[in-house]
């Protein structure tokens, strides 16, 4: 079938209005159409070709979220009209350890949600910037969040649980300190799951301006980075922290703000290098710094579900489907409270 998208022929040419294929659903498949779409600063830098090895045509898009409209003869976990996701992969090898512990997202034969191999026309997965995506359903997350709530549910499936895994397989709750490093879209999302968690809970951000809103998201403390007296205040105070700023920066003036054992775990991915750490400020109090990309379906749903016990979303602005290069250029420039969101049904308007 053939369905509308929006998408980029090439690195330097801005996103338009596509016809796109989508396979017929087969056994295991679930068909969904696509209510709303997050935008994630990976898609920028996808379809800019900022990471390596970018196929065109490129159709972003791995925070989506609509309704099943059909589903494969041997599917039996979903059915037509139920409320879903899908996150940023698509497949996996299925048989690794990784996808035998339920972390699909570190398999070496990971499918992505765009950009990735497939036999599906033209060759790589097409993502969620688009009218509807057929998906295996063990690829696809149940929503249970009111549905007046599901276009602010979107950004869950990439900046939600980028945030959550961490938080979780490091043990944030009660009794301990958390920092989460920058308030965008990842950051924003790390400060109210860290809070729903019971950590306590210290945003860090290089603006003062950002104070009142940092707090209203659930943060105990708000620390101003570029203010050392601050800063030197909270050495050795924090148990974890989740640095979420895609920018190369100092290291070690978070580093020292960790107890011993802390760890501070890099989920945002700047285009080049960070400045190398001061091997003494790790090996002095035994601290870690560590990586985390995404997570496993199964912890996914499991954020899921949290979040919609206690009521959390993302903080979202929705734009229509011809405004994502304004929303790209305003991106850059952190000119969003935290994520934009495509209304799809504009998709074909």
């Known amino acids: 079938m053939t369905v509308k998208a929006y998408g980029a022929h090439a690195a330097d040419q801005p996103l338009q209005s596509l016809d796109i294929a989508r396979r017929a659903p087969g056994a295991h498949d679930v068909q969904i159409d696509i209510a709303f779409c997050g935008v994630c600063h990976s898609d920028l830098h996808t379809v800019r070709s900022e990471w390596a090895g970018t196929l065109y045509p490129c159709v972003p898009g791995h925070e989506i979220v609509g309704r099943v409209s059909a589903v ?26 990784d996808c035998a512990d339920g972390l699909e997202n570190y398999c070496d034969g990971m499918v992505g949600t765009y950009n990735g191999a497939t036999a599906d026309a033209p060759g790589h997965t097409l993502g969620g910037y688009s009218e509807r995506i057929v998906v295996d359903e063990r690829y696809v997350l149940r929503v249970r969040h009111p549905e007046q709530q599901l276009a602010a549910v979107a950004p869950l499936l990439c900046a939600g649980i980028t945030t959550w895994s961490p938080l979780r397989h490091w043990g944030a709750g009660p009794g301990k300190t958390v920092g989460v490093v920058g308030i965008g879209g990842l950051g924003h999302m790390g400060i109210k799951l860290a809070r729903a968690l019971g950590a306590h809970v210290v945003a860090f951000t290089t603006s003062e301006s950002k104070r009142q809103a940092a707090e209203a998201l659930g943060a105990h403390e ?76 199964a912890e996914t749903q499991e954020m899921l579900d949290f979040c919609a016990e206690h009521g959390i979303v993302a903080d ?7 405004e994502i290069n304004a929303a790209y250029e305003r991106m850059l420039q952190g000119d969003v409270k935290y994520r934009f969101v495509i209304d799809n049904a504009t998709l074909a308007a």
């Open 316 to 322: 979202i602005e929705m734009i229509r489907a011809d």
């Open 72 to 97: 494969g003869a041997h599917v039996a976990g979903f059915a037509i009209g139920d409320l879903v996701g899908v996150g940023c992969m698509v497949d996996s090898c299925r048989h690794c350890a």
């Open 222 to 297: 708000v620390i101003v980075s570029r203010d050392a007296d601050a800063m030197a205040a909270q050495a050795q105070k924090l148990d974890l922290i989740v640095n979420t700023v895609a920018a190369p920066h100092d290291l070690d003036a978070f580093l020292n703000l960790l107890k011993r054992d802390g760890t501070m775990v890099l989920v945002g991915a700047p285009a080049t290098p960070h400045p190398s750490p001061q091997v003494f400020n790790l090996i002095t109090k035994r601290r870690a710094i560590a990586g985390s990309m995404i997570g496993g379906i």
